[in-house]
């Protein structure tokens, strides 16, 4: 008897599915980080120098920021808080701090020490650690909406907290310029692509 089209249809809906899965090793092998879209997310993204003045959407920014809220931290106290500046006003004090390459936004991420699971070990503090993965998770975001971005480090803690009163009562841990790269400057570096082979990074025991 002959199979109706649609069980025909079905099996080989199947034999495609089987083929597909039996592809999949070659297909990682094709690329230098395997098939998957975020590997490339996280080869693109570079620190930016110099950036534009064309101004971060409303919903790039509010997807960003939803991703720093879904970033897990050390038994979910989520000591960590965002400020953004965006204002002209805002971002003129700022800058009198650092430039921040012209970024037209910038997120002050912050953390209380007093709000943060304590390891009983050690009594090391994880409010630190929790306030870096939100802002990486902040940073891939940006990344993949289309937008440059740095993570800057080297800044004052007290001087922001002294020109933004209402961060006083929070250690600023660190610093997130997004926005558009400026023509001809907001290029990675001969830096960038510079890393450690594997074999000095990884040991297995």
């Known amino acids: 008897m002959k ?3 649609i069980r025909r249809i079905t099996d080989l809906t199947k034999v495609q599915n089987r083929a ?6 070659q297909k990682i092998k094709q690329h230098k980080y395997g098939s998957d879209a975020f590997m490339n997310i996280l080869q693109s993204r570079y620190s930016c120098h110099a950036f534009n003045h064309i101004p971060v959407s409303a919903s790039k920014l509010e997807m960003i920021l939803e991703a720093g809220r879904m970033a897990p931290s050390a038994a979910n106290c989520q000591p960590v808080r965002i400020w953004v500046i965006k204002s002209e006003e805002a971002l003129a004090r700022l800058r009198k701090i650092h430039p921040c ?7 002050v991420v912050g ?4 709000e943060a699971w304590v390891r009983e070990s050690d009594g090391v503090i994880a409010a630190k650690t929790d306030a870096a993965i939100v802002l990486t998770h902040m940073m891939l975001t940006a990344t993949d909406a289309g937008l440059a971005n740095m993570w800057i ?3 004052d803690p007290a001087k922001i907290r002294e020109a933004f009163p209402e961060i006083r009562e929070h250690g600023v841990y660190g610093l997130l310029a997004i926005g558009h790269p400026a023509a001809g400057q907001g ?3 001969e830096l960038h692509d510079q890393r450690k082979p594997i074999e000095d990074l990884v ?3």
């Not at 390459?101 to 997120?107: I, S």
């Open 111 to 114: 953390c209380r020490n007093e």
């Open 3 to 5: 199979k109706s089209f």
């Open 187 to 189: 290029k990675p570096t």
């Open 101 to 107: 390459y012209g970024a037209p936004v910038v997120l």
């Open 20 to 25: 597909a899965f039996a592809d999949v090793e």
């Open 153 to 155: 480090w080297d800044f």
């Open 203 to 205: 040991k297995e025991l």
